[in-house]
Structures are given as structure tokens and as C-alpha cells.
Antibody
Framework: QVQLQESGPGLVKPSETLSLTCSVS????????WSWIRQPPGKGLEWIGY????????NYNPSLKSRVTISLDTSRNQFSLKLNSVTAADTAVYYC???????????WGQGTLVTVSS | DIQMTQSPSSLSASVGDRVSITCRAG??????LNWYQQKPGRAPKLLIY???SLQSGVSSRFSGSGSGTDFTLTISSLQPEDFATYYC????????FGQGTRLKIK
């Protein structure tokens, strides 16, 4: 059974960098695609980007592309999100999820709330 | 980006009702369309993939149809646990979600 778990600081100051990690069990991050998705309080889902080990490729939401980096750590079977120059608009629950090419997201992590505030 | 538009944004219904939620894509996405259910404080749960395939373990009262630009999620007989928010998601070109449909108890 594949399980994903997000971790990282719950509070980030404006203009700083948000850093989150998704730990994967029951599968290898060398397979599949691995995405980050976020959901501001009371709002809908927004895809942030994905990474794919075999090609080393990443693909980011154009609206966030200039601020986002997603990377893999195969030794720890984890993947990470960095979002720089954050503002209050980046306050959200951040989810990680697995998917295949041109495919559905399943499973998802439970999500972690990140608040941007001084 | 492929824009996804769901309708309605909100829907009130009663237990036992048959309800449908529509999702329209900004361009032809074949059947690269997936549906999720989300309850408060929980991660989204996959219901339907590839427009009409039922995810393992999901009740058969959920069904999906459509191809191209127009898609529908139907719940045949609402149960109390079905009151939630539903999202469509296209996977034809990167990933985008619809804005969500909140299904409320009448």
C-alpha cells in the first residue's frame, strides 16, 4: 500500500522560502510522476508542479513557475517543494500525490497547512 | 493551460436524489478526465478516472461519462456520506482542476 506524508514548517515569514518534503512508502520515487498541489483555505485545488525521475523532467504551473523548484531524493525516497518569495496568498494546505503520465492523482498525502505570516 | 469549468458551483439535494455535476474543458481532452470527492479537512479521494472508470472500492452509485470537452459525474441515489465537494481534473496537458462543486443537504 502506497502512502505519502508531507512534512515541513507550518509557519513561514513573508518573502522567505517555503520548503516541504513528501516521504513515500510502499513505492519508489524512481517510478511514476510526483506532484504537489495546494488548496488555500476555503478555496479550490491548484496544481503546483511535478517531477519524473526517468527523464529528470519537471513541469510547473505557469502561474508559479518563476518561484517553484521540485526535486527528488532517491536515497531517502522523498521529493521536495521549494517556493520562494512567499506572500500571504501562498497560505494553503499543501498536498503531495502520485500519478502516471497523463493520468489521475492517487494516492494523496494527508496535506499540511502552511501559513505565511510575520 | 486547459481551463476546466464545473457547474453548478453549489447544489442542494436530498438523500435518495439522483444528481449530476458537469465539467467542461476549454478544448478537446479526449477522456483524460478524472473526478475527486473531498470532505472537510481531508485530502481529495479519487472516484472516477479516464472519464468513466470507477476507482476500486468506490460505490457503484457513482458514475462518469463524456469525452472531448463535456463530462458528467452522476450520483444515482445520494447517501448521507456523499455530501462533499467534487472536483474534476484534466490530465491531457499537465494538470488543471475545475473550481469545485459543493453538494449540500437540502
Amino acid at each position: 500500500q502506497v502512502q505519502l506524508q508531507e512534512s515541513g514548517p507550518g509557519l513561514v515569514k513573508p518573502s522567505e522560502t517555503l520548503s516541504l518534503t513528501c516521504s513515500v512508502s510502499g513505492d519508489s520515487v524512481r517510478s511514476y510522476y510526483w506532484s504537489w498541489i495546494r488548496q488555500p483555505p476555503g478555496k479550490g485545488l491548484e496544481w503546483i508542479g511535478y517531477i519524473f525521475f526517468y527523464t529528470g523532467s519537471t513541469n510547473y504551473n505557469p502561474s508559479l513557475k518563476s518561484r517553484v523548484t521540485i526535486s527528488l531524493d532517491t536515497s531517502r525516497n522523498q521529493f521536495s517543494l521549494k517556493l520562494n518569495s512567499v506572500t500571504a496568498a501562498d497560505t494553503a494546505v499543501y498536498y503531495c500525490a502520485r500519478h502516471a503520465a497523463r493520468s489521475w492523482l492517487d494516492p494523496w498525502g494527508q496535506g499540511t497547512l502552511v501559513t505565511v505570516s510575520s | 493551460d486547459i481551463q476546466m469549468t464545473q457547474s453548478p458551483s453549489s447544489l442542494s439535494a436530498s438523500v435518495g436524489d439522483r444528481v449530476s455535476i458537469t465539467c467542461r474543458a476549454g478544448r478537446d481532452i479526449s477522456t483524460y478526465l478524472n473526478w475527486y470527492q473531498q470532505k472537510p479537512g481531508r485530502a481529495p479521494k479519487l472516484l472516477i478516472y479516464a472519464a468513466s472508470s470507477l476507482q476500486s472500492g468506490v460505490s457503484s452509485r457513482f458514475s462518469g461519462s463524456g469525452s472531448g470537452t463535456d463530462f458528467t459525474l452522476t450520483i444515482s441515489s445520494l447517501q448521507p456520506e456523499d455530501f462533499a465537494t467534487y472536483y474534476c481534473q484534466q490530465s491531457y496537458s499537465t494538470i488543471t482542476f475545475g473550481q469545485g462543486t459543493r453538494l449540500k443537504i437540502k
